[in-house]
């Protein structure tokens, strides 16, 4: 098993750029999850998903949207980038039973200039 | 909004010392995690307690839960070079519609020095 994959490893995207990162895992978790992790500071949630085609807001959702089609992918897509974007983005996925142990990606590194 | 208080932010010692880390929160948790990352990589997790007391053992690892389940520790005895990383802890909200919902302590930089 691969686990949780994510693509791009790096990138760099001027302000008003737009881009998806992907985000796939292959444990038929329900569960997934975007986070943001700037230096210093823990993981902050953006948005998560308990399902195909079930989305809803974390604690940072503004900037971002997601969508879920399948149980094994969740793209994060970047609107108009800024340069309050740049940050370490991982994604996640759990099984929907407790105790919610978390499954994490290597993480996206965005810089936004 | 639940928080997760992690302490200390940093920790440098020399190989062989023992330190101890901290997460305290005034909420009750369904479950604390405990996970390591190391840099460019994702946090990976090392330990799930769920029951109020709980300790568990991880060779040189010890993990508590406190008996109210709003706080938790790690402790590393004789630390090592490869225990280098950032700790971070996390607590599962509990209640039927947290959706697997983790809050995350602010993590603590560990380096050790041979």
């Known amino acids: 098993n691969a686990g949780v994959t994510q693509t791009p490893k790096f990138r760099i995207l001027k302000i008003g750029q737009s881009m998806t990162l992907q985000c796939t895992q292959d444990?038929?978790?329900?569960?997934m999850y975007w986070y943001r992790q700037d230096p210093g500071m823990g993981l902050k949630l953006i948005y998560y998903s308990v399902g195909a085609g079930i989305t809803d807001k974390g604690e940072v959702p503004n900037g971002y949207n997601v969508s879920r089609s399948t149980t094994e992918d969740f793209p994060l897509r970047l609107e108009l980038a800024a340069p309050s974007q740049t940050s370490v983005y991982f994604c996640a996925s759990s099984f929907q039973g407790g105790p919610y142990e978390q499954y994490f990606g290597p993480g996206t590194r965005l810089t936004v200039t | 909004t639940q928080l997760l208080e992690q302490s200390p932010q940093f920790l440098s010692i020399q190989e062989g010392e023992n330190l101890t880390v901290y997460c305290n929160s005034s909420s009750v948790f369904s479950s604390l995690q405990w996970y390591r990352q190391e840099p460019g990589e994702g946090p990976v997790l090392l330990v799930t307690v769920v029951t109020g007391g709980e300790v568990k053992k991880l060779k040189r690892l010890t993990f508590q839960f406190g008996d109210a389940r709003k706080d938790s520790s790690l402790h590393i005895t004789a630390a090592q070079p490869g225990d280098t990383g950032l700790y971070l802890c996390a607590g599962a909200s509990a209640g039927g519609t947290s959706y697997g919902k983790l809050t995350f302590g602010q993590g603590t930089i560990l380096t050790v020095h041979p």
């Open positions: 444990m038929n978790h329900n569960y």
